[in-house]
Nanobody
Framework: QVQPVESGGGLVQAGGSLRLSCAASGNIYTIDMGWYRQAPGKQRELVAVIRSGGSANYADSVKDRFTISRDGAKNTVYLQMKSLKPEDTAVYYC?????????WGQGTLVTVSS
């Protein structure tokens, strides 16, 4: 595996929840792992990042609704999303911040219906 693999996307009603998973290709305790999203016609934006040391940061638009976490035993990073809004609709990408550059997954689509 040379890139992270995302899963867990789907269709959900507004106010619902989803959990995205990212099976990392690198050791999640030595690299920063991020979730990004790209909505149609918009630029890719950072949603949340969990640093190698464990601290996390969030975009203002998802604070108090999304939680990023990790499981070392599975080498997997999660994005728990609650109180979803139609504006959260996007392709969500997992990113590994490697010393030589960023490595992206293929993305998973999240669609929130109103």
């Amino acid at each position: 595996q040379v890139q992270p693999v995302e899963s867990g996307g789907g269709l959900v009603q507004a106010g619902g929840s989803l959990r995205l998973s990212c099976a990392a290709s690198g050791n999640i305790y030595t690299i920063d792992m991020g979730w990004y999203r790209q909505a149609p016609g918009k630029q890719r934006e950072l949603v949340a990042v969990i640093r190698s040391g464990g601290s996390a940061n969030y975009a203002d638009s998802v604070k108090d609704r999304f939680t990023i976490s990790r499981d070392g035993a599975k080498n997997t990073v999660y994005l728990q999303m609650k109180s979803l809004k139609p504006e959260d609709t996007a392709v969500y990408y997992c990113n590994e911040d490697r010393p030589w550059g960023r490595v992206w997954g293929q993305g998973t689509l999240v669609t929130v219906s109103s």
